[in-house]
């Protein structure tokens, strides 16, 4: 039986259009403007974005992962080298990231490859979480099947006791990866279900060329 979804579930579509003689040259500068926007307009995790991957096979997977550190060089977010994202990246590192700013009707979806950032950039990085962010990625066998949350907690408990006389080491199975993108896209909501997109894809010559989709 298929469920019909309520009337009253509609989304406002009108904003101003997207004029494409106010898109930054660098789609980097671009998204620094979108992101800076969603992060005065206090969205929840404005950071969240969604992780795409697939395996060797083609099997899909995504998840929301926050970004943390962003440059020319990339989008970059950590993970357990075990967990499924990661395997899926060693064997095909081709992935997309979505962010979904709907309340601003917009969205951002990137294209790339992924790669794992030098273990002394991921140290820098674990050094500045708090202490029980550390000890929870020491914690977790992250995407192994475990019988209860008991298994976790007990681990969780271990791991203070094995580290409670000092700093807690950066993990060798933890860090993170970055996204070197191939394509960004900027969405904007319109009326009518007409779209603007707007698509960066970088050229041989190293820059940016952008592209006008339709909706």
């Not at 998840?63 to 550190?69: C, D, F, P």
């Not at 979904?100 to 790339?112: E, L």
């Not at 490859?113 to 979480?129: E, G, K, N, V």
Request: proline share 7%.
């Amino acid at each position: 039986m298929s469920m019909k979804i309520p009337e009253e579930i509609k989304q406002d579509f009108s904003r101003e259009p997207l004029d494409p003689k106010s898109l930054l040259p660098d789609p980097f500068d671009q998204f620094e403007a979108w992101f800076g926007q969603a992060c005065a307009e206090n969205l929840p995790a404005p950071n969240a974005m969604c992780l795409a991957t697939a395996s060797a096979d083609g099997s899909p997977t995504v998840r929301t992962v926050l970004l943390k550190v962003y440059d020319r060089d990339g989008f970059v977010f950590f993970t357990n080298y075990g967990s499924r994202k990661a395997h899926q990246i060693a064997e095909n590192p081709r992935v997309s990231l979505l962010f979904s700013w709907f309340s601003m009707g917009r969205q951002v979806t990137i294209t790339g490859i992924a790669q794992r950032i030098p273990t002394a950039a991921s140290l820098r990085y674990f050094l500045s979480r708090s202490r029980g962010s550390q000890l929870g990625a020491w914690a977790s066998d992250q995407s192994s099947v475990i019988s209860s949350r008991t298994v976790l907690e007990t681990t969780l408990a271990r791991m203070k006791q094995k580290f409670s006389a000092g700093d807690v080491p950066l993990p060798d199975f933890w860090g993170g990866f970055r996204v070197t993108p191939e394509t960004i896209e900027f969405w904007q909501s319109q009326p009518d279900r007409l779209h603007d997109r707007f698509m960066y894809v970088r050229n041989d010559a190293d820059g940016w060329t952008i592209e006008q989709l339709a909706p």
